[in-house]
């Protein structure tokens, strides 16, 4: 079992930066491949971004490309995602998930086996 815990959501003006960060359990962090992905009212839950386990390779959803970086810390057994330049509608909650396949198809929601609870981040205009 993983778990999954993420903390830095928040309210944010429009053009601010908030971080993310995303805790797990276990000793095997460094072979999961990590993703963030959000969920807005009335809305599926998209990709936002994701990193490999093994390469460190990252992929973004156009939406976000420029704006937010993903970035993992193995000794602390935690991913983070930096937002900058925050838009109203990147108003969601923010979920984490794991990957314990090395296939690394971190784009594809259903490849991951781990969720967090999720973190909401509001940006007011």
């Known amino acids: 079992q993983v778990q999954l815990v993420e903390s830095g959501g928040g309210l944010v003006q429009a053009g601010g930066s908030l971080r993310l960060s995303c805790a797990a359990s276990?000793?095997?962090?460094?072979?999961?491949?990590m993703g963030w992905f959000r969920q807005a009212p009335g809305k599926e839950r998209e990709f936002v971004c994701g990193?490999?386990?093994?390469?460190?390779?990252?992929a973004y959803a156009d939406s976000v490309k420029g704006r937010f970086t993903i970035s993992r810390d193995n000794t602390k057994n935690t991913v983070y995602l930096q937002m900058n330049g925050l838009k109203p509608e990147d108003t969601a909650v923010y979920y984490c998930a794991a990957m314990t396949s090395p296939d690394n198809r971190v784009v594809v929601p259903r490849a991951y086996d781990y969720w967090g609870q999720g973190t909401q981040v509001t940006v007011s205009s």
């Open positions: 276990g000793r095997t962090f460094s072979r999961y491949a």
């Open positions: 990193i490999t386990w093994n390469t460190g390779m990252t």
